[in-house]
């Protein structure tokens, strides 16, 4: 199996995962040029990651991407203990990250593709920070009382500690968020996560 990775970006969760899994992998790392260069362009047209490279399967998709790297590394517990309901909790957390918390980020990298007067784009700004800040308050209220979000180290995990790197990138204010601070500590003293942080050049 191969992943396509662009540092820091969404596609470093899926890294993290396939670290997790214990088996052998390969990564592939790309910029802002290797993206849009044919060679890539041919395994996907639309010139993003992350991509998985399976045999002759190519997959895209960042929850299609965690849901497969779980099924097929069963033993590394993605998904929890294999029960329908652990593994519709993961993938609860999951979507969370993937459908609201990760696109909530867009107006603050992109204002220009939601609107065309960049005397607005503070604006778009601001309220894409507040509504961030009231998503990463719902994430810190469930894990008041667990580690992981779903309960158990699941998929979601990765994906949304790389949502916090971003926040603190783009200095979303986080304060008072306890239960944020003490998970991203908890990731960043995995070895896995570790090693994938050093592939990346991310640490």
């Not at 783009?170 to 996560?193: C, P, W, Y």
Request: include cysteine; proline fraction near 6%.
């Amino acid at each position: 199996m191969k992943l396509y990775s662009k540092p820091g970006a969404c596609s470093t969760a899926d890294h993290i995962a396939l670290q997790w899994t214990g088996q052998p992998f390969e990564v592939e790392l790309l910029d802002k040029d290797t993206l849009k260069a044919p060679p890539f362009l041919a395994i996907n047209p639309a010139g993003s990651v992350p991509v998985v490279v399976d045999g002759d399967f190519v997959l895209t998709q960042n929850a299609a991407i965690m849901g497969y790297i779980a099924d097929t590394h069963p033993q590394a517990g993605l998904t929890g203990d294999g029960s329908p309901k652990q593994r519709a909790e993961a993938t609860r957390w999951l979507s969370f990250v993937n459908s609201d918390l990760h696109p909530a980020f867009k107006p603050l990298f992109a204002p220009g593709a939601f609107i065309e007067d960049d005397t607005q784009y503070d604006a778009l700004r601001a309220a894409a920070r507040k509504r961030l800040r009231g998503l990463f308050e719902r994430a810190d209220a469930q894990l008041a009382d667990r580690p992981w979000l779903a309960g158990f180290r699941s998929f979601a995990d990765p994906y949304f500690y790389i949502t916090l790197r971003w926040a603190a990138g783009a200095k979303i204010d986080l304060s008072g968020l306890d239960n944020l601070a003490a998970f991203k500590q908890r990731m960043e003293a995995d070895t896995g996560v570790q090693a994938v942080l050093k592939a990346e050049g991310l640490l």
